[in-house]
C-alpha cells in the first residue's frame, strides 16, 4: 500500500508541474494582455506609456523568467499582486474560495443525495413507470443547461413570489444563509444528480444481475439489504469516479451559476480575471483549481483501493 | 354658526392636505441608495479610465473647480456652476482663466484643500509633473494649456496658449475632478480620497463599491443619502430582475436598451424610468491607407448605402438620433438642423436614390453585380457593436459589397486598429462632453491617439481652430455644421446613429436627473434622497 501510495504521490507531482507549465504558456498564447486591455478600455495607445507599464509589471521579460518567477513565488506561498486592483493575489482569492466551495459542496450533496438513491430507485423498479419517470427526469437534467434553469429560477421566483434568490453577503441566520447556497446549489446540482443517477442506474442494473445477489435473495435477505447493502456497496465504485470527475467539473458550472446568481465566488472572478489577462490572479486562481482536483483524484484513487484491495496490488 | 364650523373645517383640512404636499415634496436626510453596477471598473481613479463605468460609482467622491448643474438635463455653458471654486473670471485677451477658490474645504482624509491640489492635478493631467498616471487618456483636453499658475492658497490660474472658450466645459465634465497632492495616483486608484459628498469605504472588485456620506461636507444640508451601495452585476437578465423584485432602487445609469425597457415596465408599472440619448455615436472606421478603401469613391459609395433610419427601428424601435459627429438637437447644442443634414449625400430621405448612385460609384470602381467586393467587418465582441455591424454587413450587399463579420475581443480591438489590420469597422464613439473641441480634436484631429482612421486634413485642422476661438455662441455654431458636414462628405468616420437608453428607478427616488447629452457628468448625487 505505501509503494502504491509514493507511486500516485509522484505522478500527482508530475501532473502538477504539466499544468503549471500548460497554464502559463497558454494564457501567453492567447493575444493581448494587461496592458493593451488597460489601452482599450481608455480607447487610446500611447507606446511609450505602454511600455512603461509592461515593464512596471514585469510582462516585458522573457517568459521562461517570468515562468521562473511565478512558479517560485507560488512554492514560497508569495502569489504576487492583482494587475487589476493592485492587491494582493492571495487577499483576492482567498475569501472567494469558502463561497464557491460552500456552493460546490452543497451542489455534491444534492448530486448524491437524490442522484444515488434515485438510481437504485429505477434500477430497482426497472421497466416500471417509476423508472421511465426518473429516466425522463435525469434526461431533462442533463439536457437543460444550468443558467437557463438559473434565469429560469430567477424569473418565476420574481413573478410568483416578488422575491429574488440572489447572493446575500451578509445572511443572519442558519436558515438565510443555506437558502443564499441552496437555490443556486440545485441549479447547478440538478445536472450532476441527473448522471449520477444515471450511473447509479446502469451499474446497479449490473451487479442486481450477478450470482451473488440471486444467493443474497435465496437465503433470505430482504430487498433493502440486498440493494442496499449487498448490490449499492459494488456498484458505488463507478459512481464514485463520476463524483470525483463531477467535482472537478463543477467548477465549470459553477461559473455560470455564479454569474446568473450573482455570487461572488471563485469561478466567475477567475473569468473576469481572464477577460482582464490577470495574470497573477489566473495563473495562481488555476494552479490551486488544479491543487484541489488532482487532490481530490488522488483521494478518490485511494478510496477504490480501499473499496476494492485488488487495485492497490495490481495498478 | 353652522357655516363658521364649516369654514374652519375646511380651512383645517387644506391646511392638512397642503403641508402633506409640501412635506412629501420636501428632500428627507438618510437612506442608503441600493444601484448595481453593470461591470467591475478596472480602477477606482477617474482620470485614468474612459468609461463611465468608473464615473458612476466614483463621481460622489469628487468635486470638480466647476461642475454642471447636476438638476439640469441638458448640459450647457448656461448650467455650469462653480463647486470648488467660488467664481471664476476670463483676463488677458480669454488667455487667462482665473479661479478664486472655496476656503475650508477638506479631504477626506481631514487634510486641507488648496490651490497646490489644482495645480497638481492639472500638472499630473498636461504630463509635466513628477508624479504620473498610469494611463491619460484625455491629455489632449489641455494641449491649449501653457500652464497653470497659483496666487496664494486659494486662487489658480489657467494661462492658454491661445482663447479656448470651452476649456470651462471641459473643466465641468464628470471626467475632471480635484484630486489631492498629498495621495499617489496609485493610492487614487485603489482608495480614491476626494472632497466630494460621499467617502470611499471599499471597492471589491466583481462585487460591490460601498461609498458613505461624508458628514464635512462643504455643502451643508448635503448630501441627503446616508451612502450609496453599488453591487456589481454583469448579467443585466439577473441585474434588471433584481431590480423589479425590489433588490435595487435604481439601475445603473443608461443601462436599459429601449427593447428591455417594455419588460422593465410590464414588470415593475411603477418605475420611473426615462430614455435620453447617450452621446455615444455608432459610427464606421474605414481603413483609407490600404486598397479597397483607398478608393474615395468606394468610402463614398459605402456611406451612400447606409440606411440610417434602418439601424435606428431595428435596434432602438425608432428611438435612436440621426446625425453627424455632433449629437443632433434638441437634446445636442451643436448637432446640425435637418436641412444641412439632409443635404449630405446618404443623409437623404430617399435611400434608393442614394443606394443608385452609390451602386455607379461602385461600377466606375470596377465592381457590379458579377464582380462584388468581399470586405472584411471588424468589431468588438459585445452586442452593441456587433448587432449593428451585422445590419451594416446586410445594407452593404445593395452596393456590390459582401462583408464578413470579423469579431474581435476587446483585448485585441485597440491594438488591432492601431496597426491598421481591418479593411471596415464598427466603432462606437462615447463624448464625455458636448462640445465640439473634445469631439473635433480628439476624434479627427491629425496625429491624435484617438483618431483611429488616421483622418488629416490640415485645412478642416485650422477650421477647429477657428471655431475653438469664437466667442459668438451663433457664429461658431455655423462654423461647427460646416466642419461637421465637411467631416461626413469626407468620409472621414461614417456616423450612423447616435444612442438612446434608458434609466428606471423607484418612485421613491427623487432628485435624480438624467443627463441628456452626456453620459458622464451627472453623478454626483447629493441631490438624491429617498421618500421612504
Not at chain 1, 270 to 276: D, S
Not at chain 2, 27 to 34: E, F, S
Amino acid at each position: 500500500m505505501f509503494a502504491y501510495l509514493v507511486r500516485r504521490l509522484f505522478l500527482m507531482l508530475v501532473t502538477l508541474f504539466g499544468i503549471s507549465v500548460v497554464i502559463f504558456f497558454l494564457l501567453r498564447i492567447v493575444p493581448g494582455n494587461i496592458v493593451d486591455i488597460l489601452f482599450a478600455a481608455a480607447g487610446y495607445v500611447d507606446p511609450a506609456d505602454k511600455a512603461t507599464l509592461e515593464k512596471e509589471l514585469g510582462i516585458d521579460q522573457p517568459l521562461v523568467v517570468q515562468y521562473l518567477h511565478w512558479i517560485g513565488g507560488f512554492l514560497r506561498g508569495d502569489f504576487g499582486y492583482s494587475y487589476v486592483s493592485e492587491k494582493p493575489a492571495l487577499q483576492e482569492i482567498l475569501p472567494r474560495i469558502p463561497i464557491t466551495a460552500r456552493l460546490a459542496g452543497l451542489a455534491l450533496l444534492f448530486s448524491a443525495s437524490i442522484g444515488i438513491p434515485l438510481g437504485v430507485i429505477s434500477a430497482v423498479k426497472q421497466g416500471t413507470r417509476l423508472d421511465y419517470a426518473l429516466r425522463v427526469i435525469s434526461l431533462s437534467g442533463l439536457s437543460l443547461p444550468s443558467f437557463w434553469l438559473g434565469l429560469l429560477i430567477l424569473t418565476a421566483s420574481v413573478a410568483m413570489f416578488g422575491q429574488m434568490p440572489i447572493f446575500n453577503p451578509n445572511p443572519q441566520t442558519y436558515l438565510e444563509a443555506f437558502a443564499t447556497y441552496a437555490v443556486p446549489a440545485a441549479a447547478v446540482g440538478f445536472r450532476s444528480a441527473a448522471l449520477t443517477m444515471r450511473i447509479t442506474r446502469s451499474s446497479m442494473l449490473e451487479v442486481l444481475r450477478q450470482d451473488y445477489i440471486r444467493t443474497a435473495r435465496a437465503k433470505g435477505a430482504s430487498d433493502a439489504a440486498v440493494n442496499y447493502q449487498h448490490a449499492l456497496k459494488n456498484a458505488i465504485l463507478p459512481v464514485i469516479t463520476v463524483i470525483g470527475i463531477e467535482a472537478a467539473f463543477l467548477i465549470g458550472g459553477l461559473i455560470v451559476t455564479e454569474t446568473v446568481f450573482n455570487i461572488p465566488g471563485v469561478a466567475r472572478f477567475l473569468v473576469e480575471a481572464i477577460r482582464w489577462r490577470d495574470y497573477p490572479i489566473v495563473q495562481n486562481l488555476v494552479m490551486l483549481i488544479a491543487v484541489v482536483v488532482v487532490s481530490a483524484n488522488f483521494i478518490v484513487d485511494m478510496l477504490y483501493a480501499v473499496f476494492d484491495p485488488r487495485i492497490r496490488y495490481t495498478d | 354658526m353652522r357655516s363658521v364650523w364649516a369654514l374652519a373645517a375646511t380651512a383645517a383640512l387644506s391646511l392638512l392636505a397642503f403641508s402633506t404636499i409640501t412635506l412629501a415634496g420636501e428632500p428627507k436626510q438618510g437612506g442608503i441608495l441600493r444601484m448595481y453596477h453593470r461591470d467591475s471598473p478596472g480602477n477606482a481613479s477617474i482620470h485614468e479610465g474612459a468609461t463611465y463605468s468608473i464615473n458612476v460609482p466614483f463621481m460622489p467622491v469628487f468635486n470638480n473647480l466647476v461642475i454642471y448643474k447636476q438638476e439640469v438635463a441638458q448640459n450647457s455653458m448656461d448650467t455650469i456652476v462653480p463647486e470648488l471654486a467660488e467664481s471664476w473670471a476670463w483676463a488677458g485677451d480669454n488667455k487667462t482663466l482665473t479661479f478664486k477658490l472655496r476656503q475650508g474645504v477638506k479631504w477626506h482624509d481631514g487634510k486641507p484643500f488648496t490651490s497646490a491640489d489644482v495645480k497638481c492635478t492639472f500638472d499630473m493631467l498636461m504630463g509635466k509633473s513628477q508624479q504620473k498616471f498610469r494611463q491619460n487618456p484625455r491629455k489632449t483636453w489641455y494641449e491649449q494649456v501653457n500652464d497653470v499658475t497659483t496666487s496664494g492658497d486659494f486662487e489658480v490660474s489657467f494661462n492658454l496658449k491661445r482663447p479656448q472658450p470651452s476649456l470651462l466645459a471641459l473643466l465641468a465634465s464628470g471626467y475632471t475632478p480635484v484630486y489631492p497632492c498629498h495621495v499617489s495616483p496609485g493610492e487614487m486608484r485603489t482608495h480614491p480620497i476626494g472632497t466630494g459628498p460621499f467617502r470611499f469605504v471599499e471597492f471589491k472588485a466583481n462585487e460591490s463599491i460601498k461609498l458613505v456620506r461624508n458628514p464635512d461636507y462643504w455643502r451643508k444640508g448635503r448630501p441627503y443619502l446616508d451612502g450609496i451601495e453599488f453591487t456589481i452585476i454583469p448579467n443585466r437578465s439577473t441585474a434588471i430582475l433584481a431590480f423589479v423584485a425590489g433588490k435595487f432602487d435604481m439601475t445603473f445609469p443608461t443601462h436599459i436598451t429601449i427593447p428591455l425597457l417594455k419588460d422593465v415596465k410590464s414588470q415593475s408599472p411603477n418605475a420611473v424610468c426615462r430614455v435620453e440619448p447617450t452621446n455615444v455615436s455608432t459610427n464606421i472606421i474605414v481603413n483609407s491607407s490600404a486598397p479597397p478603401f483607398d478608393n474615395i469613391d468606394i468610402r463614398r459609395a459605402m456611406a451612400m448605402a447606409l440606411d440610417r433610419k434602418a439601424f435606428v427601428s431595428i435596434l432602438f424601435e425608432g428611438q435612436a438620433d440621426i446625425g453627424g459627429t455632433m449629437l443632433p438637437p434638441p437634446q445636442g447644442l451643436w448637432g446640425m438642423p435637418k436641412d444641412p443634414l439632409e443635404s449630405i449625400p446618404g443623409y437623404g430621405p430617399d435611400v434608393n436614390a442614394s443606394r443608385e448612385e452609390a451602386r455607379k460609384l461602385m461600377q466606375k470602381a470596377g465592381y457590379g453585380p458579377d464582380k462584388h467586393l468581399a470586405v472584411k467587418v471588424a468589431t468588438r465582441n459585445l452586442a452593441e457593436y456587433r448587432d449593428p455591424a451585422v445590419i451594416l454587413i446586410d445594407q452593404l450587399k445593395s452596393i456590390y459589397i459582401d462583408g464578413e463579420l470579423d469579431v474581435v475581443e476587446t483585448a485585441n480591438w485597440f491594438p488591432k486598429v492601431a496597426r491598421k489590420d481591418y479593411m471596415l469597422g464598427l466603432n462606437l464613439t462615447g463624448n464625455a462632453v458636448d462640445d465640439p473641441d473634445q469631439s473635433f480634436y480628439e476624434n479627427y484631429s491629425c496625429g491624435s491617439e484617438r483618431n483611429y482612421t488616421n483622418y488629416c486634413n490640415k485645412e478642416i485642422e485650422k477650421l477647429f481652430d477657428v471655431q475653438s476661438q469664437e466667442t459668438d455662441l451663433n457664429k461658431r455654431k455655423k462654423l461647427v455644421w460646416d466642419i461637421d458636414k465637411k467631416l461626413q462628405e469626407d468620409v472621414a468616420r461614417p456616423i450612423i446613429f447616435h444612442a438612446r437608453a434608458g434609466t428606471c428607478w423607484h418612485p421613491y427616488v427623487k432628485g435624480v436627473t438624467v443627463m441628456s447629452n452626456s453620459s458622464y457628468n451627472g453623478y454626483r448625487y447629493e441631490d438624491v434622497w429617498m421618500d421612504k
